[in-house]
C-alpha cells in the first residue's frame, strides 16, 4: 500500500492514454540552443503527454507543442525529463499551461 505522501504524489488529474502522435516541439534544450524537431507522443492525457526528443530539456522550461500540420499549437511546460541510455534520447512530460482546445483528449 502507498503512503499518504506516495499516493499524493502519483495522483493524476485525468485519465491517460498510451497513444503515438506526431508532434512539433519547439524551444531551448539546457545548452541554450534553440530548436525544432518533429517527435512522437508515447503517452497523452487532456493536460499535456510524453514524448521522446534528442535535446536534454530542464524541467520547468517552457516549449511549444504543435501538430505537423500546425491546426493545434499550444505553450507546455516540461514537468519531468529521464534520459534513456540505451536510445540516446529523452523522454519529457509536459503540462499544457493553459486550458487548451484541439489537443487529442477533452
Known amino acids: 500500500m502507498l503512503s499518504n505522501s506516495s499516493a499524493s504524489r ?8 498510451f497513444l503515438k502522435l506526431k508532434i512539433v516541439v519547439a524551444g531551448t534544450d539546457v545548452h541554450g ?7 512522437e507522443t508515447r ?12 535535446h ?6 517552457n516549449i511549444r507543442v504543435s501538430t505537423p500540420d500546425a491546426k493545434f499549437s ?8 529521464r534520459h534513456d541510455a540505451q536510445t540516446s534520447t529523452y523522454q519529457c512530460g509536459f503540462c499544457f499551461t493553459e486550458a487548451v482546445r484541439g489537443w487529442v483528449l477533452r
Open 10 to 17: 502519483n495522483r493524476r488529474k485525468g485519465p491517460r492514454r
Open 33 to 39: 540552443e534553440q530548436f525544432t524537431e518533429t517527435s
Open 43 to 54: 503517452v497523452v492525457t487532456k493536460d499535456g503527454g510524453l514524448f521522446t526528443t534528442a
Open 56 to 61: 536534454r530539456l530542464r524541467i520547468g522550461q
Open 74 to 81: 499550444a505553450e507546455a511546460t516540461i514537468r519531468n525529463c
